[in-house]
T-cell receptor
Framework: DQQVKQNSPSLSVQEGRISILNCDYT??????FLWYKKYPAEGPTFLIS?????DKNEDGRFTVFLNKSAKHLSLHIVPSQPGDSAVYFC????????????FGKGITLSVRP | EAQVTQNPRYLITVTGKKLTVTCSQN?????MSWYRQDPGLGLRQIYY???????DKGDVPEGYKVSRKEKRNFPLILESPSPNQTSLYFC???????????????FGPGTRLTVL
């Protein structure tokens, strides 16, 4: 039973345009959500996060939106750059002592020059 | 430089030959974890450790062991590797503040394991 779903395996956008990466979750106990970026031959690196008490968090070109009622979050990258081409993982965790992250399968973003 | 290191980065071995993948972090993090990444499955947690001598199973612990004798080290042990453990493995650590899971995890560079 997959609790964090990234249903689109890949996304291709033109440089300078907006990239929108979507993520859905089923566990209503999740209260913290994160996006990680992964380049080939490297470990995932933290990108941006959002707590369930917020509906938006922005950091430079990256904005994460959370819709709790729909159990949906999205990552917006504006403007997209070729260096953003990577695999993006959505992750979520429940409140509590175990910092367990439940990951989605990832989405491969390709930004065309 | 704050980092999580893993060794080896690449390993090819044969079925049944015990191996250990080491993980070390220099950030004084309490929480450490092992994940495996497989095509189409994303990252799945194998084991985690809340602190020294405190470890617990993640989602896919079968065939693996861990130990946490020191805060900085969290080795992953495959007592009798099998081909279905061929995967990309990541170690991660985070600072657990107040026991809440709100701190981001820092990942190592990964270990690509092939079991023939």
């Amino acid at each position: 039973d997959q609790q964090v779903k990234q249903n689109s395996p890949s996304l291709s956008v033109q440089e300078g345009r907006i990239s929108i990466l979507n993520c859905d979750y089923t566990n209503s106990m999740f209260d913290y959500f994160l996006w990680y970026k992964k380049y080939p031959a490297e470990g995932p690196t933290f990108l941006i996060s959002i707590s369930s008490i917020k509906d938006k968090n922005e950091d430079g070109r990256f904005t994460v939106f959370l819709n709790k009622s729909a159990k949906h979050l999205s990552l917006h990258i504006v403007p997209s750059q070729p260096g953003d081409s990577a695999v993006y993982f959505c992750a979520a965790s429940e409140a509590g002592a175990n910092s367990k992250l439940t990951f989605g399968k990832g989405i491969t973003l390709s930004v065309r020059p | 430089e704050a980092q999580v290191t893993q060794n080896p980065r690449y390993l090819i071995t044969v079925t049944g030959k015990k191996l250990t993948v080491t993980c070390s972090q220099n950030m004084n993090h309490e929480y450490m974890s092992w994940y495996r990444q497989d095509p189409g499955l994303g990252l799945r947690q194998i084991y985690y450790s809340m602190n020294v001598e405190v470890t617990d199973k993640g989602d896919v612990p079968e065939g693996y062991k861990v130990s946490r004798k020191e805060k900085r080290n969290f080795p992953l042990i495959l007592e009798s590797p099998s081909p279905n453990q061929t995967s990309l493995y990541f170690c991660a650590s985070s600072l657990v503040a107040g026991g809440l899971s709100t701190d981001t995890q820092y990942f190592g560079p990964g270990t690509r394991l092939t079991v023939l």
